[in-house]
């Protein structure tokens, strides 16, 4: 089955660039997408990439795709204390109704 | 934007009670909505997926006849957890995928309810 991976915390000072990284495993994800958590709350939608693309920037962030090593990447510019959250990144195979596979989270914290 | 409203944001029961959590497309019509859970510290969990008008199917190890899904209608997904146990405190989220929404009609991105934190005591 799909398997998304990624690490479990991150420690940024304010102000500073943010990267979070996620391995899958599906080479047929056809979309891939970062979704941000704060505590107690559902997950807001950040950004997606469709698989035959390598990058997408919108504002601050910036999605890096390398679709041969299955590997996402979100980065964050200018990481303020707001961006503490936990990222989800996640993935949907194929055409069709399917649902998200999710990673297990990456919680970043950011040192004013 | 896409929004979908889950209620309620919280709630607590005693074992044996049933509860029920709605979630509901404000603008736009769900075709597909999904229910996760969540427990402490990890990551989201899928459990059932439900199209409209038809019957939910589960995930491997949910009992559909403790998590019983509704989705009548394009814009209402209901999840009644039956005979509640304190094992089934966790957090449920819902989300909505609509019609030609996002980069395809069956691949747009999904949106998501602010979850349920149920505590059964």
């Known amino acids: 089955g799909e398997d998304v991976e990624q690490s479990l915390f991150l420690s940024v000072r304010e102000g500073d660039s943010s990267v979070i990284n996620c391995t899958y495993t599906?080479?047929?994800?056809?979309?891939l997408y970062w979704y941000k958590q704060e505590p107690g709350a559902g997950l807001q939608l950040l950004t997606y990439i469709f698989s035959n693309m390598d990058m997408k920037q919108d504002q601050r962030l910036t999605v890096l795709l390398n679709k041969k090593d299955k590997h996402l990447s979100l980065r964050i510019a200018d990481t303020q204390t707001g961006d503490s959250a936990i990222y989800f990144c996640a993935e949907s195979a194929g055409m069709g109704r399917r649902a998200l596979t999710f990673g297990s989270g990456t919680r970043l914290q950011v040192q004013p | 934007g896409a929004v979908v409203s889950q209620h309620p944001s919280w709630v607590i029961c005693k074992s044996g009670t049933s509860v029920k959590i709605e979630c509901r497309s404000l603008?736009?019509?769900?075709?597909?909505m999904f229910w996760y859970r969540q427990f402490p510290k990890q990551s989201l969990m899928l459990m059932a997926t439900s199209n409209e008008g038809s019957k939910a199917t589960y995930e491997q190890g949910v009992e559909k006849d403790k998590f019983l899904i509704n989705h009548a209608s394009l814009t209402l997904s209901t999840l009644t957890v039956t005979s509640a146990h304190p094992e089934d405190s966790s957090f449920y989220i819902c989300s909505a995928r609509g019609k030609g929404t996002g980069p395809s009609s069956y691949n747009s991105p999904l949106h998501f309810g602010n979850g349920t934190r149920l505590t059964v005591t």
């Open positions: 599906d080479s047929s994800s056809t979309y």
């Open positions: 603008d736009f019509q769900a075709t597909t």
